[in-house]
């Protein structure tokens, strides 16, 4: 089982960046692909950029593409998500998730789950 710990929301003006972290704890080793969710009120969680174990192939939901970037630190068993060019419409609480199976992140799905932080964007 993994532990799965976030930081870095907050509140920004729209075209500001933020970068959230992601400290994973207990079985990990490697072993898990990774990413962040997010979920504005009264929408859908969707994903927004996953990485694979190897760190080889990454993913990005279309609405985010070029300004967000996803990465990961092994050593530290850390992913980060580079937020750039914020928009209101990216308002929404960040969750960082993680699964043995990268394709099982890729379609939405995961075993593991952090408690989440806001990000607001003004406009």
């Known amino acids: 089982q993994v532990q799965l710990v976030e930081s870095g929301g907050g509140l920004v003006q729209a075209g500001g960046s933020l970068r959230l972290s992601c400290a994973a704890s207990?079985?990990?080793?490697?072993?898990?692909?990774m990413g962040w969710f997010r979920q504005a009120p009264g929408k859908e969680r969707e994903l927004v950029a996953a990485i694979n174990r190897s760190g080889g192939s990454t993913y990005y939901a279309d609405s985010v593409k070029g300004r967000f970037s996803i990465s990961g630190d092994n050593a530290r068993n850390t992913v980060y998500l580079q937020m750039d060019s914020l928009k209101p419409e990216d308002t929404a609480v960040y969750y960082c998730a993680a699964d043995p199976r990268t394709s099982s992140l890729w379609s939405g799905k995961a075993s593991a789950w952090g408690q989440g932080t806001q990000v607001t964007v003004s406009s």
């Open positions: 207990g079985r990990t080793s490697g072993n898990y692909a």
